[in-house]
């Protein structure tokens, strides 16, 4: 149980252009689901919050005009890069809190999907 | 604000004990959770601790002192599968916040 998936997990796209990543949880409801940027060989960086039907939190100095997050149902959440551009190149992964066994202090994480802005 | 401290990198050899140590500064402290993340994958759960004391799930085990505001994670038996990057994680509020340190990098050596 807990699983969380992404969508894609791999993207290439030229500069300008926008890129939606979806995560599912795929077996329990999640209540709060976080989008983390992970660069090389660093920590992931918590970009924003969202639950269920409200607008998400985003982290100090993360656009919120950007980066784009949706939180439509309680299986399904999406971050858009909006006029993504080379330093926007990253390795984006989200998690998930709810419904399952660990309690609300146990994240899930999905596989992460790697952005390539040419 | 909020830090969190864990060494860069450690080195050991399989079958070996290995501590990875974690101490942080926060806001409304609330958990202490451990990650492994291996190259080019996500992050997977290891264990949790909200109370004081030692939290012990197979080869892993995590302790945490609430007044030194420290912990750490135990890796016993070491095994070439467990090289990989160690990261503990803050939560501040009740599961609303997380705040991730710097990663600990584990090479295992046969």
């Known amino acids: 149980g807990a699983v969380v998936s992404q969508h894609p997990s791999r993207v290439i796209c030229k500069s300008g252009t926008s890129v939606k990543i979806e995560c599912r949880s795929l077996?329990?409801?999640?209540?709060?689901m976080f989008w983390y940027r992970q660069f090389p060989k660093q920590s992931l960086m918590l970009m924003a919050t969202?639950?269920?039907?409200?607008?998400?939190?985003?982290e100090q100095g993360v656009e919120k005009d950007k980066f784009l997050i949706n939180h439509a149902s309680l299986t399904l959440s999406t971050l858009t890069v909006t006029s993504a551009h080379p330093e926007d190149s990253s390795f984006y992964i989200c998690?998930?809190?709810?419904?399952?066994?660990?309690?609300?202090?146990?994240?899930?994480f999905g596989p992460g999907t790697r952005l390539t802005v040419l | 604000g909020q830090s969190l401290e864990q060494p860069s990198e450690v080195t050991a050899v399989e079958g070996a004990i290995v501590q990875i140590n974690c101490t942080y500064q926060?806001?409304?402290?609330?958990?202490l959770s451990w990650y492994q993340q291996h190259d080019g994958g996500a992050p997977t759960f290891l264990s949790y601790n909200a109370l004081d004391g030692l939290e012990e799930t197979g080869r892993f085990s995590s302790f945490l002192s609430r007044s030194d505001s420290y912990g750490y994670l135990l890796l016993q038996e070491l095994q070439m599968k467990d090289s990989a990057s160690y990261f503990c994680a803050v939560t501040n509020n009740y599961g609303q916040n997380f705040v991730f340190g710097p990663g600990t990098r584990l090479s295992v050596l046969p």
């Open positions: 926060t806001s409304g402290f609330y958990g």
């Open positions: 969202s639950n269920e039907g409200s607008k998400a939190t985003y």
């Open positions: 077996d329990f409801q999640a209540t709060t």
């Open positions: 998690s998930a809190i709810g419904t399952v066994a660990g309690g609300p202090d146990t994240q899930y």
